[in-house]
Protein backbone atom coordinates (compact mmCIF):
# COMPACT_ATOMS: atom_id res chain seq x y z
CA UNK A 1 0.00 0.00 0.00
CA UNK A 2 1.26 3.43 -0.53
CA UNK A 3 2.95 5.79 1.70
CA UNK A 4 0.04 7.97 3.46
CA UNK A 5 1.67 11.27 4.06
CA UNK A 6 4.48 13.70 2.61
CA UNK A 7 6.74 11.64 0.83
CA UNK A 8 9.63 12.90 0.04
CA UNK A 9 11.04 13.54 -3.87
CA UNK A 10 14.17 12.34 -4.44
CA UNK A 11 17.33 13.50 -6.87
CA UNK A 12 20.09 11.04 -8.40
CA UNK A 13 22.64 13.50 -9.81
CA UNK A 14 24.66 12.36 -13.27
CA UNK A 15 27.43 12.01 -11.13
CA UNK A 16 25.90 9.21 -8.26
CA UNK A 17 24.53 7.04 -10.52
CA UNK A 18 25.27 3.53 -9.85
CA UNK A 19 27.27 2.46 -12.62
CA UNK A 20 27.93 -1.51 -14.14
CA UNK A 21 29.35 -2.73 -16.72
CA UNK A 22 28.23 -5.93 -18.38
CA UNK A 23 30.14 -6.69 -21.23
CA UNK A 24 30.48 -3.71 -23.90
CA UNK A 25 27.52 -2.44 -22.44
CA UNK A 26 27.55 0.74 -19.87
CA UNK A 27 24.19 0.59 -17.96
CA UNK A 28 23.72 3.70 -14.97
CA UNK A 29 21.22 3.11 -12.67
CA UNK A 30 19.48 6.05 -11.43
CA UNK A 31 16.56 4.66 -9.81
CA UNK A 32 16.61 0.80 -8.61
CA UNK A 33 13.26 1.01 -7.04
CA UNK A 34 14.13 2.15 -3.53
CA UNK A 35 12.53 5.45 -3.59
CA UNK A 36 9.37 4.35 -5.51
CA UNK A 37 8.47 1.01 -3.63
CA UNK A 38 9.38 -1.12 -6.34
CA UNK A 39 7.10 0.63 -8.20
CA UNK A 40 9.79 1.74 -11.13
CA UNK A 41 13.37 1.61 -11.85
CA UNK A 42 14.98 3.92 -14.02
CA UNK A 43 18.35 3.48 -15.90
CA UNK A 44 20.38 4.50 -18.82
CA UNK A 45 21.96 1.39 -21.51
CA UNK A 46 24.89 2.15 -23.92
CA UNK A 47 26.01 0.64 -26.55
CA UNK A 48 29.29 0.71 -28.39
CA UNK A 49 28.96 0.74 -32.00
CA UNK A 50 27.88 -2.75 -33.61
CA UNK A 51 27.18 -3.55 -30.74
CA UNK A 52 24.53 -6.22 -29.48
CA UNK A 53 22.01 -6.79 -26.42
CA UNK A 54 20.89 -9.40 -24.91
CA UNK A 55 19.34 -12.90 -26.70
CA UNK A 56 16.02 -12.48 -27.75
CA UNK A 57 13.47 -13.26 -24.82
CA UNK A 58 10.35 -12.03 -23.45
CA UNK A 59 9.50 -11.30 -19.22
CA UNK A 60 6.52 -12.52 -18.10
CA UNK A 61 6.52 -9.92 -15.19
CA UNK A 62 7.25 -6.87 -16.03
CA UNK A 63 6.92 -3.71 -18.83
CA UNK A 64 10.26 -1.70 -20.55
CA UNK A 65 9.90 1.25 -21.74
CA UNK A 66 12.78 2.29 -24.01
CA UNK A 67 13.45 6.49 -24.79
CA UNK A 68 16.49 6.47 -27.24
CA UNK A 69 18.48 9.47 -26.60
CA UNK A 70 21.62 8.98 -28.56
CA UNK A 71 22.18 6.86 -32.33
CA UNK A 72 19.69 4.31 -33.76
CA UNK A 73 18.88 1.16 -31.70
CA UNK A 74 17.09 -1.64 -33.28
CA UNK A 75 14.62 -3.66 -31.71
CA UNK A 76 14.26 -7.11 -33.07
CA UNK A 77 10.67 -9.12 -32.51
CA UNK A 78 9.68 -12.30 -34.02
CA UNK A 79 7.57 -10.15 -36.42
CA UNK A 80 11.05 -8.36 -37.71
CA UNK A 81 13.46 -5.32 -36.97
CA UNK A 82 11.93 -1.68 -35.89
CA UNK A 83 14.76 0.99 -36.23
CA UNK A 84 13.90 3.83 -33.11
CA UNK A 85 16.44 6.77 -33.28
CA UNK A 86 17.17 9.58 -30.63
CA UNK A 87 13.40 10.52 -29.66
CA UNK A 88 11.78 7.41 -30.36
CA UNK A 89 10.19 5.64 -27.85
CA UNK A 90 9.77 1.41 -27.38
CA UNK A 91 7.15 -0.02 -25.25
CA UNK A 92 7.59 -4.03 -24.46
CA UNK A 93 4.57 -4.99 -22.72
CA UNK A 94 5.17 -8.92 -20.61
CA UNK A 95 5.27 -11.57 -23.06
CA UNK A 96 6.31 -9.72 -26.11
CA UNK A 97 9.77 -10.99 -27.08
CA UNK A 98 12.91 -8.75 -28.07
CA UNK A 99 16.24 -8.23 -28.21
CA UNK A 100 18.21 -4.67 -28.98
CA UNK A 101 21.37 -3.82 -30.59
CA UNK A 102 23.11 -0.42 -31.73
CA UNK A 103 22.08 -0.03 -35.21
CA UNK A 104 25.73 1.76 -36.65
CA UNK A 105 28.80 0.75 -37.16
CA UNK A 106 29.95 4.47 -36.16
CA UNK A 107 27.76 5.73 -33.66
CA UNK A 108 27.51 5.40 -29.69
CA UNK A 109 23.95 3.85 -29.54
CA UNK A 110 21.95 5.02 -25.57
CA UNK A 111 18.32 4.51 -24.32
CA UNK A 112 17.01 5.94 -21.38
CA UNK A 113 15.14 2.22 -20.04
CA UNK A 114 12.34 2.42 -17.19
CA UNK A 115 11.49 -1.41 -16.01
CA UNK A 116 8.53 -2.13 -14.15
CA UNK A 117 8.40 -3.81 -11.20
CA UNK A 118 11.58 -1.56 -10.08
CA UNK A 119 13.14 -4.84 -8.51
CA UNK A 120 14.52 -6.03 -11.98
CA UNK A 121 17.63 -3.70 -11.87
CA UNK A 122 19.08 -6.38 -9.79
CA UNK A 123 19.10 -8.57 -13.04
CA UNK A 124 21.77 -6.01 -14.58
CA UNK A 125 23.64 -5.76 -11.11
CA UNK A 126 24.07 -9.79 -10.99
CA UNK A 127 24.73 -10.12 -14.58
CA UNK A 128 27.60 -7.48 -14.12
CA UNK A 129 29.17 -9.05 -11.29
CA UNK A 130 28.79 -12.31 -12.93
CA UNK A 131 30.74 -10.96 -16.02
CA UNK A 132 33.21 -8.92 -14.25
CA UNK A 133 37.08 -9.15 -15.59
CA UNK A 134 35.94 -10.20 -19.39
CA UNK A 135 34.35 -13.30 -18.34
CA UNK A 136 31.79 -15.15 -20.79
CA UNK A 137 28.98 -16.41 -19.74
CA UNK A 138 27.71 -19.62 -21.42
CA UNK A 139 24.06 -20.00 -22.96
CA UNK A 140 22.38 -21.77 -19.41
CA UNK A 141 23.92 -19.23 -17.41
CA UNK A 142 22.48 -16.65 -19.14
CA UNK A 143 19.00 -18.73 -18.66
CA UNK A 144 19.65 -19.28 -15.22
CA UNK A 145 20.17 -15.69 -14.59
CA UNK A 146 17.57 -14.60 -16.76
CA UNK A 147 14.72 -16.75 -15.38
CA UNK A 148 15.11 -15.83 -11.38
CA UNK A 149 13.62 -12.86 -13.01
CA UNK A 150 10.87 -13.83 -14.82
CA UNK A 151 12.77 -13.82 -18.49
CA UNK A 152 12.87 -16.53 -20.79
CA UNK A 153 14.06 -17.53 -24.61
CA UNK A 154 11.22 -17.09 -27.00
CA UNK A 155 10.31 -20.79 -27.71
CA UNK A 156 9.78 -21.15 -23.57
CA UNK A 157 5.98 -20.59 -22.85
CA UNK A 158 6.14 -20.44 -19.17
CA UNK A 159 8.41 -21.11 -16.27
CA UNK A 160 10.40 -24.29 -16.59
Keep these: MPTRGPVPVHLCPNSQAETLVVGPLTVKVFEDGSNTQNR ?4 TITLPPGT ?9 FHDELFF ?19 GDLMTVPPG ?26 DYF ?5 ATGEGKKLGKEEV ?17 P
Design 40 to 43: VSAI
Design 125 to 129: RMLAK
Design 68 to 86: VTKGTIVFATPEGEVEAKA
Design 96 to 121: AAHTFRNGSDEEIGECYMTATPGYYV
Design 143 to 159: GHLMALFGTFPPDVESE
Design 52 to 60: SGPPMHWHR
